[in-house]
């Protein structure tokens, strides 16, 4: 990721002029958009599931680690499952990024427990309160995160999802 640095300004005050700094947005940065310093948060909350990474990435990744021959263009493959939105991806200050959880890279796919809660979600939430749902401690899962039991607990993470459906659909 790029080197984020944070513009300031000054704005004297009337007890030590010169020394107040109050942060604004980055030159050629919309105002409304998310910062690079809000987005280190939402990258936080990706750190222990494998992070978050851009379609390049994802695709050396899947180079890299495949053990498949049908992978040998992996850009094609993510740039299918980000256009059909068969995955969960998020705008960030550097371009669209995907977390790691999502993906089986030795076998260049999508898990198929994402692709089960997916398809509950879809239509929902936007991209961001999908990306974060997976992260966040999630109260019908005694308060574990959706991401932890994908692979141990997949019935109870897509009861989650039906009944959070429910909910977010006023039902």
Known sequence: ????????????????????LEPRPLPGYPSDAVSPCQWLSTEAAFADTGGLVSGNELAELI?????????SEPVALVARWISFKNVVSLDSPWGLMLPVFQFDLPRAAIHPGVLLVLSELKGVLDDAELA?????PNEWLQEAR????????LSAVRQAA????FVALGG
Not at 146 to 153: A, C, F, I, K, T
């Open 132 to 136: 974060l749902w997976f992260v966040t």
């Open 146 to 153: 959706p991401v932890e039991g994908l692979n141990s607990h």
């Open 162 to 165: 039906r009944t959070d459906r």
């Open 1 to 20: 990721m790029p080197h984020v640095e944070t513009v300031i300004e000054s704005t004297p005050v009337s007890w030590f002029p010169e020394t107040v």
């Open 63 to 71: 180079r890299s680690r495949c053990r498949l021959r049908q992978a």
